[in-house]
Nanobody, 133 residues
Framework: QVHLVESGGGSVQAGGSLTLSCAAS????????MGWFRQAPGPGKEREVV????????????SYTDSVKGRFTISRDNAKNILYLKMNSLKPEDTSMYYC??????????????????????RGQGTLVTVSS
């Protein structure tokens, strides 16, 4: 079972930037989809997968939800077992708890799209991002 630990969250003003990191351990292969999902504070808020990346970490394997496209960049370093999310031009509506997720069910080369049916239970503890206006 892979163990995921996020870091890098914090409080920034609108227009600012943050980079989240997720260290993965406990699994010898990198042959699985990884992604980031978020859940805004408050009751009834749904989880939203904002970025996904395939096992090879190529740009072609990345996928973003429309609301973050052009502002967020996902990447992974398989040698170091670290997943990143670079977030630029942050908006107050980006305020959420962000979670790193590993999905072993999706095809790791072709199905790491944000539109796939991600299994979100293999995740880290989350890191809070707060964007003030």
């Amino acid at each position: 079972q892979v163990h995921l630990v996020e870091s890098g969250g914090g409080s920034v003003q609108a227009g600012g930037s943050l980079t989240l990191s997720c260290a993965a351990s406990g699994y010898t292969s990198s042959n699985y989809c990884m992604g980031w999902f978020r859940q805004a504070p408050g009751p009834g808020k749904e989880r939203e997968v904002v970025a996904g990346i395939g096992s090879d970490g190529s740009d072609d394997s990345t996928s973003y939800t429309d609301s973050v496209k052009g502002r967020f960049t996902i990447s992974r370093d398989n040698a170091k077992n670290i997943l990143y999310l670079k977030m630029n031009s942050l908006k107050p509506e980006d305020t959420s708890m962000y979670y790193c997720v590993a999905d072993f069910r999706l095809a790791p080369s072709t199905s790491c799209s944000v539109r796939s049916a991600w299994y979100l239970e293999v995740r880290g503890q989350g890191t809070l991002v707060t964007v003030s206006s």
